[in-house]
């Protein structure tokens, strides 16, 4: 079956440390997107990407980092200069104006 | 810059009743999608329902159903005969400057009580 997976679905991040959050898709879908979920914010856009090796910062791109080197990955990094990065986030990918599958979600904690 | 505006930060229905979740959004946008995308507790969003702003007729997807007001820039969604199944956040979403980027309101956080 088509669809996308993110994984790990929890991951502890140590003050200082970076970290890799992975989105792979199967759907052939050239859109890519990662937004980040706080409580009574909605959802707000980290990075996309449209195509193969491009991508633009979305909203919130301050303290993250992508790469697009393959249609089928987006993983999206959490730097150490991401000084609240606790929050859900959320990976998509599309082929239609908005129409967006999404992942499941990791869930980031600083511990 | 879009903007997507839910002033219902919750609501609640008793079971089998009708409720409605209120959209404002703001584009400079002439033919564009509107969506609603529903979350549950699970956390996977799942697309609702979708309206294209050229069409004047409303959509449907069997208990679901959009009131589309372009003038006013509203976008609201009715669902009928509520089912537990329906809890959930919901999030009001509209491309953001003609790309295929998405811009989403705050939630609407449901609740269908039995």
């Known amino acids: 079956d088509g669809g996308i997976t993110q994984s790990p679905k929890y991951l502890f991040r140590k003050e200082g440390q970076n970290v890799t959050l992975s989105c792979e898709q199967n759907?052939?879908?050239?859109?890519m997107y990662w937004y980040r979920q706080d409580p009574g914010q909605g959802l707000r856009l980290i990075y996309y990407?449209?195509?193969?090796?491009?991508?633009q910062k979305g909203d919130i791109a301050e303290g993250y980092s992508v790469s697009r080197e393959k249609k089928e990955s987006f993983p999206l990094t959490v730097t150490s200069a991401q000084k609240n990065p606790t929050a859900f986030y959320l990976c998509?990918?599309?082929?239609?104006?908005?129409?967006?599958?999404f992942g499941s979600g990791t869930r980031l904690t600083v511990v | 810059a879009q903007t997507v505006t839910q002033s219902q930060p919750e609501m609640s229905v008793q079971e089998a009743e009708t409720v409605t979740l209120s959209c404002t959004y703001d584009t400079s946008e002439n033919n564009y999608y509107l969506f609603w995308y529903k979350q549950p507790p699970s956390r996977q969003m799942i697309l609702v329902i979708r309206?294209?702003?050229?069409?004047?007729q409303n959509a449907t997807e069997n208990r679901f159903s959009v009131n589309f007001q372009k003038a006013a820039k509203s976008f609201s969604l009715k669902i009928s005969d509520s089912q537990l199944g329906d809890t959930a956040m919901y999030f009001c979403?509209?491309?953001?400057?003609?790309?295929?980027?998405?811009?989403f309101g705050k939630g609407t956080k449901l609740t269908v009580n039995p």
């Open positions: 990407s449209q195509i193969v090796n491009d991508f």
């Open positions: 979403a509209c491309p953001q400057g003609g790309s295929e980027k998405l811009v």
């Open positions: 998509a990918s599309s082929f239609l104006q908005g129409l967006y599958t």
């Open positions: 309206q294209e702003a050229y069409k004047q």
């Open positions: 759907l052939n879908h050239d859109a």
